[in-house]
């Protein structure tokens, strides 16, 4: 495991206290924890703005393809595609 060590505005510091006390953890796991909520809420975005393919956002998040597709549906973010997209792809898959 590497160590890194940053600066934080008060404020966040604060902030990074304050949930410590909440969930009764201590400072690093939470730092942890919210560098990962971060790396999917980022994920997450990149999909919704076409950025990322399903399959690539499931790598990303090191989920199954079945497990990313649960997830979009819990948070409610549909495919990044058009309609007309979705039908010219279905036109693709029906000449084969």
């Known amino acids: 495991m590497g160590v890194i060590s ?3 505005k008060d404020r966040d510091l604060e902030k990074l206290n304050e949930l ?3 969930e009764h953890k ?3 796991t939470l730092a942890r924890e919210l560098l990962e909520y971060g790396w999917e809420f ?5 999909y919704k703005e076409g ?3 399903l ?8 989920l199954s393809m079945s497990e990313t597709i649960d997830m979009l549906a819990e ?6 595609i058009g309609f007309d997209d979705y039908l010219k792809g ?3 898959f029906r000449d084969k």
């Open 42 to 46: 980022r994920m997450l975005k990149n």
């Open 20 to 22: 410590s006390k909440l």
């Open 51 to 53: 950025k990322l393919s």
């Open 6 to 8: 940053l600066r934080l």
């Open 75 to 80: 948070l409610g973010i549909g495919a990044p």
């Open 90 to 92: 279905f036109e693709v």
């Open 55 to 62: 399959e690539g956002l499931a790598k990303k998040l090191d």
């Open 26 to 28: 201590d400072r690093s």
